[in-house]
């Protein structure tokens, strides 16, 4: 069964810091893998993903993630907090079809928190 | 863009009360899914639908039902709803399979605060 650790459940930066929010996963098969962000008060939305091809994928607002194969894998960057990044952040992962299933499973979550 | 609306941000329920959640996609997609979200526990995949009045269970369908007789509206039914289901609930679609990498982004609705009393 697929699965996905993020490791934190609160993460805290100071405005201007790198962010680094981290996911590992769990396969016999190369995954698909996602990041979501979810503002308060709202739903998820698709940060970035890694499907195949390049290994290191930009998303919006600045953060980027590399998916690495070795370590099993797909921490989440951004350079410079800025305080409207302040989210709950989901990691996903979900499998192509000759894989395993498509439905994402997601992971518990980290919340970052941004100081001034 | 895709939209996808909720019925409700917030809804108070009393114990065993039949509660409705309604979910409407703008954007033709195929699939549609209902998920709970909890405090440290994640998304959790209540049900989803892959086409009009098919539905698959998710990880935890108990207490749950769902309705999809149109393909823009997905309906999640709590026949009997108890405190342990006070919840924010969260709707998803995305395209079939077969459509390359786009069908495996999901679209999410703004969530469904339900409390139970």
């Known amino acids: 069964a697929q699965s996905v650790t993020q490791l934190g459940s609160h993460v805290s930066v100071s405005e201007g810091a790198l962010v680094l929010l981290r996911c590992n996963y769990s396969s016999s098969v190369p995954p698909y893998l996602f990041w979501y962000v979810q503002y308060p008060n709202q739903g998820l939305q698709l940060l970035l993903k890694?499907?195949?091809?390049?290994?290191l994928v930009k998303g919006i607002n600045g953060f980027e993630a590399e998916f690495k194969k070795s370590e099993t894998s797909f921490h989440l960057t951004k350079p410079s907090a800025h305080m409207s990044d302040a989210a709950e952040y989901f990691c996903?992962?979900?499998?192509?079809?000759?894989?395993?299933?498509?439905?994402?499973?997601f992971g518990r979550g980290t919340s970052l928190i941004v100081h001034p | 863009d895709v939209k996808v609306t909720q019925s409700s941000r917030y809804l108070v329920k009393r114990t065993g009360e039949k509660v409705f959640l309604e979910c409407v996609q703008d954007?033709?997609?195929?699939?549609m899914f209902w998920y709970r979200q909890d405090p440290g526990l994640g998304l959790r995949l209540i049900y989803f639908?892959?086409?009009?009045?098919?539905?698959e269970k998710g990880d935890i369908p108990e207490g749950y039902s769902v309705s999809r007789e149109k393909k823009e509206r997905f309906s999640l039914i709590l026949e009997s709803a108890s405190t342990n289901q006070t919840s924010m609930y969260l709707c998803a679609s995305s395209l079939r399979l077969g459509q390359g990498d786009l069908s495996y982004e999901q679209y999410f609705g703004p969530g469904t605060r339900l409390t139970v009393t």
């Open positions: 639908s892959y086409d009009v009045k098919m539905k």
């Open positions: 890694y499907t195949t091809g390049a290994t």
């Open positions: 954007m033709d997609h195929e699939n």
């Open positions: 996903a992962v979900s499998y192509p079809p000759s894989g395993g299933s498509y439905i994402p499973t």
